[in-house]
């Protein structure tokens, strides 16, 4: 299989991925906005209106968490570099200890059996990472990782 169908199934996969979740956040988001519209004529107990705020609450903020993770998912989606010799946005990077697919942050995800994190150009690992080429050598929190491959 060729370096580009590769790293295209492992973008393809945590867009899939990415989606899944926004998704699962809207699911919550209507949850909460249901909580957060009482019937306040027919309520009559303060806990009400403190649950009221809570819902309230949790849905303004799963809706910051909505709208920041379809942002990032658009601007990823663009991102379609060139096979590069270097780490930059848009790369998926095999190491000797944990893949990396750069520009879309993500919790840990398998894909063909090999472990993979996203992350954002904002991560401070990225900042280890961009410029780098296979053969380097990256120290960050105090583990080393090997750059192995760069789709």
């Known amino acids: 299989m060729s370096k ?3 790293r295209k199934e492992v973008i393809d996969y945590l867009i899939q991925l990415k989606r899944k979740e926004i998704e699962a956040l809207k699911e919550s988001y209507k949850i909460y906005a249901e909580g957060a519209d009482l019937d306040e004529e027919s309520t009559l107990e303060l806990d009400d209106f403190s649950q009221q705020n809570q819902s309230t609450d949790a849905a303004r903020n799963l809706l910051v968490r909505i709208n920041q993770a379809t942002n990032d998912l658009n601007e990823f989606v663009t991102v379609r570099p060139e096979l590069v010799d270097e780490i930059t946005e848009g790369n998926v990077v095999f190491t000797n200890k944990l893949n990396f697919v750069i520009g879309l942050s ?5 894909w063909e059996n090999k472990k993979f994190v996203g992350i954002s150009t904002e991560a401070p690992i990225f900042g280890a ?19 192995e491959e760069i789709l």
Do not use: S
């Open 106 to 110: 993500f919790k840990d995800f398998e």
């Open 129 to 147: 990472l961009v410029g780098k080429r296979e053969g380097d050598k990256v120290e960050f929190n105090g583990i080393e990782y090997t750059i």
């Open 4 to 6: 580009k169908h590769i």
